[in-house]
Nanobody, 111 residues
Framework: QVQLVESGGGLVQAGGSLRLSCAGS????????MNWYRQAPGKQRELVAG???????TYADFVKGRFTISRDNAKSMIYLQMNSLKPEDTAVYYC?????WGQGTQVTVLS
C-alpha cells in the first residue's frame, strides 16, 4: 500500500525551530521528487520545498535560508528542518510525491 505519513508538527514561539518528517511506504518514493506543501486557513496550498531523487533541493523564496529539505532514500524518509519560524509559517504542512499526499501536520508559530 502506498502511503505518506507526516509527523513533527507542533506549537513553537517565533524564532524557534521544528523538524518535520515524512515516512513513505510502498517503495516508490525513493525514485521520485518529493515535496513539502503547506496550507494556511483561507489560503491556497503552496509549495514550500522539493527535493529530487538525487537530493537536489529547491525552495520557495519565502523559506530560503530558513528551511532545509533532505531525504534518506534507504529509509524512505523526507525531512523539513524549519528554523527562524515566523507566525506567517503557521499552516498545515503536507508531504507529497507523485499523486500521493499525506494527511498533514499542523505547525503553529506564536508571535
Amino acid at each position: 500500500q502506498v502511503q505518506l505519513v507526516e509527523s513533527g508538527g507542533g506549537l513553537v514561539q517565533a524564532g524557534g525551530s521544528l523538524r518535520l518528517s515524512c515516512a513513505g511506504s510502498g517503495g516508490i518514493f525513493r525514485f521520485t521528487t518529493m515535496n513539502w506543501y503547506r496550507q494556511a486557513p483561507g489560503k491556497q496550498r503552496e509549495l514550500v520545498a522539493g527535493i529530487s531523487s538525487g537530493g537536489r533541493p529547491t525552495y520557495a523564496d519565502f523559506v530560503k535560508g530558513r528551511f532545509t529539505i533532505s531525504r534518506d532514500n534507504a529509509k524512505s524518509m523526507i525531512y523539513l528542518q524549519m528554523n527562524s519560524l515566523k507566525p506567517e509559517d503557521t499552516a498545515v504542512y503536507y508531504c507529497n510525491g507523485l499523486a500521493f499526499w499525506g494527511q498533514g501536520t499542523q505547525v503553529t508559530v506564536l508571535s
